[in-house]
Nanobody, 124 residues
Framework: QVQLVESGGGLVQAGGSLRLSCAAS????????MGWFRQAPGKEREFVAA????????DYADSVKGRFTISRDNAKNTVYLQMNSLNVEDTAVYYC?????????????????WGQGTQVTVSS
């Protein structure tokens, strides 16, 4: 069983930055793809970013390209989401997720393991 714990959320003004972290308990962390998703009030959960097992491949939702960066440190069993130029539309609960596969996953169904989420609120 994989346990994921997110941290780093909070309140930030528009134009600001935050870095989310997700610590994984699994010894197999370095072998699986990881992803970030978000869910705003009244909306469905949506894909934000994904990274493959080695950190050599990434993908992003169009809405965050050029502003967000996903990365990982396999020695620390941690994946990160650096968020810059935040705007009010980025306000959501952000979830970290882990796959059972080494490649990228762009759909929520690709991920069997999820963290509890961390709130990000961007004020205007």
């Amino acid at each position: 069983q994989v346990q994921l714990v997110e941290s780093g959320g909070g309140l930030v003004q528009a134009g600001g930055s935050l870095r989310l972290s997700c610590a994984a308990s699994s010894r197999g962390f370095a072998s699986v793809g990881m992803g970030w998703f978000r869910q705003a009030p009244g909306k469905e959960r949506e894909f934000v970013a994904a990274i493959n097992f080695a950190g050599t491949g990434t993908d992003y939702a169009d809405s965050v390209k050029g502003r967000f960066t996903i990365s990982r440190d396999n020695a620390k069993n941690t994946v990160y989401l650096q968020m810059n130029s935040l705007n009010v539309e980025d306000t959501a609960v952000y979830y970290c997720a882990a796959r059972n596969y080494y490649g990228l996953g762009l759909r929520a169904d690709d991920y069997p393991y999820w963290g509890q989420g961390t709130q990000v609120t961007v004020s205007s």
